[in-house]
C-alpha cells in the first residue's frame, strides 16, 4: 500500500498568513493526489485534485503543486474559514490511502 | 442537486452485523464509483471499499472477509454490509462518489480520480 505523510500534524497561524502543508508519497504517484478540508463534525470536501487542479468554487487562495512523491497545498492568505484539518489523498491504486492529516488552527 | 444520504448506523455488539445504505440522488450509483471512507473518533480518515460502475469491487485489508458493498439500482442506493464487527469499526462511516477526469497527451489517456460529492455520515458505535 501507497502511504502518505503529512507535514506538519498541526500548524498554528493568523488571519492572512501564508501557510503550506506538505504530503510525500511512500512511492510515486504521478499527479494522482487529492487535498480535502474537513470541519469539525462536517464531511471533507474536495479542495484540489490531479495535484494542482481547482475544485470548482474553491477560492483561488488555494493551491496545489507537485508531483511524484511530493506535494504540496498553498493557502496564500488564511481566512477564518479556512481553520480546519486537511487531508492528502493518493488515487494511484488501490487501496486508496490519506495521509494524516493538518490541523490548522488560529494563533 | 446531487446528494448522499447514508442511513443505518446505530449501536451494535462486538461480533455482531449492521447494514448501512447510501441514497444518491441527482447521480446514477450505477454509472459511478461509489466509495465507503470512515473515521474513527478523533481520528483521520480511512478508505474501506468501492464498487465500481460495472459491479467489481475492493476492500481495505482491516475489512476484507467481513464487509462487503453492493448496490440496488432500482433504488440508487449502495450498502455496505459489516458483519462479524469490531470495536476497531467504531466510525462515522461516509460515502462519496470518486468521479474521474480524462486527459489526453498525445495518444495516451490519463485517469485522474477525486472524490467530489460526500454524504454527510452515518455513525457506528460497536460496544457491549
Known amino acids: 500500500d501507497i502511504q502518505l505523510t503529512q507535514s506538519p500534524s498541526f500548524l498554528s497561524a493568523s488571519v492572512g498568513d501564508r501557510v503550506t502543508i506538505t504530503c510525500r508519497a511512500s512511492q510515486g504517484i504521478s499527479s494522482y493526489l487529492a487535498w480535502y478540508q474537513q470541519e469539525p463534525g462536517k464531511a471533507p470536501k474536495l479542495l484540489i485534485y490531479a495535484a494542482s487542479t481547482l475544485q470548482s468554487g474553491v477560492p483561488s487562495r488555494f493551491s496545489g503543486s507537485g508531483s511524484g512523491t511530493e506535494f504540496t497545498l498553498t493557502i496564500s492568505s488564511l481566512q477564518p474559514e479556512d481553520f480546519a484539518t486537511f487531508y492528502c489523498?493518493?488515487?494511484?491504486?488501490?487501496?486508496?490511502?490519506f495521509g494524516q492529516g493538518t490541523k490548522v488552527e488560529i494563533k | 442537486e446531487v446528494q448522499l444520504v447514508e442511513t443505518g448506523g446505530g449501536l451494535i455488539q462486538p461480533g455482531g452485523s449492521l447494514r448501512v445504505s447510501c441514497a444518491a440522488s441527482?447521480?446514477?450509483?450505477?454509472?459511478?464509483?461509489m466509495t465507503w471512507v470512515r473515521q474513527a473518533p478523533g481520528k483521520g480518515l480511512e478508505w474501506v471499499s468501492v464498487i465500481y460502475g460495472g459491479g467489481s469491487t475492493s476492500y481495505a485489508d482491516s475489512v476484507k472477509g467481513r464487509f462487503t458493498i453492493s448496490r440496488d439500482n432500482s433504488k440508487n442506493t449502495v450498502y455496505l454490509q459489516m458483519n462479524n464487527l469490531r470495536a476497531e469499526d467504531t466510525a462515522v462511516y461516509y460515502c462519496?462518489?470518486?468521479?474521474?477526469?480524462?486527459?489526453?497527451?498525445?495518444?495516451?489517456?490519463?485517469?485522474?480520480?477525486?472524490?467530489?460529492?460526500w454524504g454527510k455520515g452515518t455513525t457506528v458505535t460497536v460496544s457491549s
Open positions: 462519496a462518489r470518486e468521479a474521474s477526469l480524462v486527459a489526453t497527451r498525445g495518444s495516451t489517456y490519463y485517469y485522474y480520480y477525486y472524490m467530489d460529492v
Open positions: 441527482g447521480i446514477t450509483v450505477s454509472s459511478n464509483y
Open positions: 489523498q493518493q488515487l494511484n491504486s488501490y487501496p486508496r490511502t
